[in-house]
C-alpha cells in the first residue's frame, strides 16, 4: 500500500494550494480518508477526514470555513483545498487512510499513512 502527497510548496499568506493523495495498493472506496498535520516540535494534528462513500466530512476548528477534503473515486484520489493560508498552518500535511464505518478524526483510526509534503505559509 502507498499514499503519495504531493503539492506542498511556499504561499504567501492568504493564498491558496491543492494538496492530493494518491492510494495505490488497496481498494480505495472501502477506506475512509484523512488529512494530518505536523509543525515542528508540535504533535501530529487532525485537519480534516471524509467518509467512505464521500457523503460526510469533518474539519478541525482552525481550518473550517477555509479547507476543503473531497476525493475522486475514479482516480484513488483525495484532495484538500486550502484556501486564506495563515502562517500558523506552515507544517508537513499527511494523508492517511482508515478502515471502519465510522471516519475517524484521530491517527488511531488511520492504517496507512502517506510520506508527508511541506506546506509553508509566509507572513
Known amino acids: 500500500v502507498q499514499l503519495q502527497a504531493s503539492g506542498g510548496g511556499l504561499v504567501q499568506a492568504g493564498g491558496s494550494l491543492r494538496l492530493s493523495c494518491v492510494a495505490s495498493?488497496?481498494?480505495?472506496?472501502?477506506?475512509?480518508m484523512g488529512w494530518f498535520r505536523q509543525a515542528p516540535g508540535n504533535v501530529r494534528e487532525f485537519v480534516g477526514a471524509?467518509?467512505?462513500?464521500?457523503?460526510?466530512?469533518y474539519y478541525a476548528d482552525s481550518v473550517k470555513g477555509r479547507f476543503t477534503i473531497s476525493r475522486d473515486h475514479a482516480r484513488n484520489t483525495v484532495y484538500l483545498q486550502m484556501n486564506s493560508l495563515r502562517p500558523e498552518d506552515t507544517a508537513v500535511y499527511y494523508c492517511?487512510?482508515?478502515?471502519?464505518?465510522?471516519?475517524?478524526?484521530?491517527?488511531?483510526?488511520?492504517?496507512?499513512w502517506g510520506q508527508g509534503t511541506l506546506v509553508t505559509v509566509s507572513s
Open positions: 492517511a487512510a482508515g478502515r471502519g464505518a465510522v471516519t475517524s478524526t484521530t491517527t488511531k483510526g488511520y492504517r496507512y
Open positions: 471524509i467518509s467512505r462513500n464521500g457523503g460526510s466530512t
Open positions: 495498493g488497496l481498494t480505495f472506496s472501502p477506506y475512509h
